[in-house]
């Protein structure tokens, strides 16, 4: 059973920065964080491929990097810049043999 262990939320004022991790019990192909603020849909934030294949949803171009440590079978998510409407709590999904394995989530809130 592939586990996902995600940390680094928390509370942030509007315009500074928090960096997500996410560490696999295992290595992953694709890793990715995706989000879901209340109300919303969960949706994709970032991912990256173990090729290295980056992918970013429009709303955090230029403000998220996605990067990962395949040797510890982490990803980490940098968000800088961030906005009020990047509240959300934040999910680690990695698949394992095609099939998806999911975090807890760590609640992320924009707030001064």
């Known amino acids: 059973q592939v586990q996902l262990m995600e940390s680094g939320g928390g509370l942030a004022q509007p315009g500074g920065s928090l960096r997500l991790s996410c560490t696999a019990t295992?290595?992953?192909?694709?890793m990715s964080w995706f989000r879901q603020a209340p109300g919303n849909q969960r949706a994709l934030v970032a991912l990256?491929?173990?090729?290295?294949?980056?992918n970013y949803a429009d709303s955090v171009k230029g403000r998220f990097t996605i990067s990962r440590d395949y040797v510890k079978n982490t990803v980490y998510l940098q968000m800088n810049s961030l906005k009020p409407e990047d509240t959300a709590v934040y999910y680690c999904?990695?698949?394992?043999?095609?099939?998806?394995?999911w975090g807890q989530g760590t609640q992320v809130t924009v707030s001064s």
């Open positions: 295992t290595s992953l192909n694709t």
């Open positions: 999904k990695g698949i394992h043999r095609g099939t998806e394995y």
């Open positions: 990256k491929s173990i090729g290295g294949i980056t």
